[in-house]
């Protein structure tokens, strides 16, 4: 049985309670690895380490920092075979979708933020003959990073990195349920060389070494990705003690196909919207609205589609669609889906938990499920689910469309499907969402702000929006 280490001052080791977590494979329901269970001991020298390498680390020159973090992402690109097989195992997600999307991401992201670093400018405003001002952009000091299960190693990275860029150092959790690839990454991080206490791994559960995180007072920010509920308790607990916070919580996103659209490619990208990575995705298109005129053609054409999605063992190249993350999790979706019906909803396929034959009998595999006859205002068309379950619903106007899309608490991602441009314009004007997509779905140029509006969370990453969330503006006013 492994055992998976905390990765403090640039040393491996145990939890200091000597307790550890069971760490389950989702496809055969088989523990095959054990997490620390860290505590507020372990959390104080993972701090004390930051405090240490933080003068060092921050004073660094811009070209060292890159350097070595071109070197880190070049390392993690090598092993992507290797993360892409962890993290198959260890979330549940098809080998194939691991391979193209998180190993492929987390280099990406390191290296991107490498570059950043080097591009990064501060301001400056001249006040005629009397004065000038220019603006500092200095790293904050010790920062908490905390990361979901979804995109272990790929979102773990995308906060890592910019923060490390901007010249601060991390104590960082990874989620308890999929800490596989961030173990993996905290040994990539030591033989590459970043010096000892920059970043610091904890391992352990959210509301024990999490919540910790968040309260310690020399931890200056926090940026974590999860939850609506928790993010408002990190929230609470974070704004009466002044720390910077980023928060990328929940969404409901609306999926708004127009009869104008290209439909053949449409059907094919919505289905691809709706059910990646088992629909674990936060950026998923859950609620499907689609044009009267052409509903029961696209429905026929969509259900047709998902029906042919192959369900199998993750670690399979054939399959599309792997195991949902946990048990808890798999009892979370399976119980929406008889509220679903409970709540009027006629079931159009999938709908069951699925077997898997072979090693992964016992998995916690769920067929793509798809409803419709269901209102907006029903919990099935208000909850995040975070699982393979989507709702068809016709309108027939943009006025229409526009009401059902912006009908929820959530603001995180929207995409529309239509070949006219002034609608296209129009819309996305008019939408209550901090990313749109037109015609396409989960295309992202990392210079561009991720984040969502309302009850999907605070502050933007990517890009230069990392950036500045990782430092502190201060202003310096010279007087001719």
């Not at 990705?225 to 609470?236: I, R, S, V």
């Not at 709706?274 to 950026?283: D, P, V, Y």
Request: hydrophobic residues 40%; neutral net charge; glycine residues 8%.
């Amino acid at each position: 049985m492994q055992r998976i280490e905390n990765y403090i001052n640039g040393e491996f080791c145990a939890p200091d309670s000597g307790e550890y977590l069971d760490n389950v494979e989702p496809a055969t329901g088989a523990v095959y690895s054990q997490i620390p269970e860290s505590n507020d001991q372990d959390l104080s020298r993972a701090v004390a380490a930051a405090k240490q390498a933080f003068p060092t680390w921050s004073s660094t020159s811009i070209e060292d920092r890159s350097r070595l973090l071109m070197k880190i992402a070049d390392a993690v690109e090598a092993a992507s075979d290797e993360l892409a097989k962890a993290e198959a195992i260890d979330n549940g997600k098809p080998v194939t979708f691991a391979k193209a999307v998180d190993s492929y991401r987390a280099s990406a992201n390191i290296r991107f933020f490498a570059n950043a670093c080097t591009q990064f400018a501060s301001e400056s405003h001249g006040m005629g003959n009397l004065a000038v001002n220019y603006t500092l952009r200095d790293p904050i000091g010790v920062v908490g990073t905390i990361s979901p299960w979804n995109f272990p190693l790929y979102l773990f990275t995308w906060k890592i990195a910019p923060a490390l860029a901007a010249g601060n150092t991390v104590v960082a959790k990874p989620s308890e349920v999929t800490p596989m690839t961030a173990y993996l990454f905290s040994k990539i991080c030591a033989d590459a060389g970043l010096p000892k206490g920059v970043l610091n791994i904890l391992h352990g559960s959210g509301g024990n070494i999490g919540q910790q995180i968040v309260e310690h007072q020399d931890i200056k920010a926090i940026s974590f990705t999860g939850g609506t509920a928790t993010g408002k308790k990190l929230a609470a607990t974070a704004a009466p003690m002044f720390k910077k916070l980023s928060l990328e919580l929940g969404g409901k996103n609306p999926t708004l196909v127009f009869a104008d659209c290209d439909f053949d490619n449409t059907v094919k990208e919505v289905v691809r919207a709706a059910f990646s990575n088992q629909g674990q995705i936060c950026l998923c298109g859950s609620r499907i609205y689609i044009e009267r005129s052409i509903y029961d053609k696209f429905k026929q054409a969509f259900i047709k589609q998902v029906k042919q999605l192959t369900i199998g063992d993750p670690l399979e190249k054939t399959t599309q669609h792997g195991a949902l993350v946990s048990k808890p999790h798999m009892e979370k979706v399976l119980s929406y889906i008889e509220l679903a019906k409970q709540e009027g909803g006629k079931l159009l396929t999938g709908g069951n938990r699925f077997t898997v034959s072979g090693r992964c009998e016992q998995g916690f595999f769920v067929e793509p499920t798809v409803f419709e006859n269901l209102p907006l205002d029903c919990r099935t068309n208000q909850e995040e689910i975070f699982g393979p379950v989507c709702t068809l619903q016709p309108f027939d106007n943009d006025d229409e469309a526009l009401t059902l899309a912006n009908g929820t608490d959530y603001g995180l991602a929207t995409s529309v499907w239509t070949n006219d441009l002034k609608r296209a314009h129009r819309l996305s004007k008019q939408l209550h969402f901090g990313i749109v997509w037109i015609n396409s779905w989960l295309l992202r140029d990392l210079r561009t702000p991720f984040g969502g509006v309302k009850a999907s969370g605070v502050g933007r990453e990517g890009g230069f929006e990392a950036m500045k969330f990782f430092t502190e503006p201060k202003n310096v006013c010279v007087k001719y």
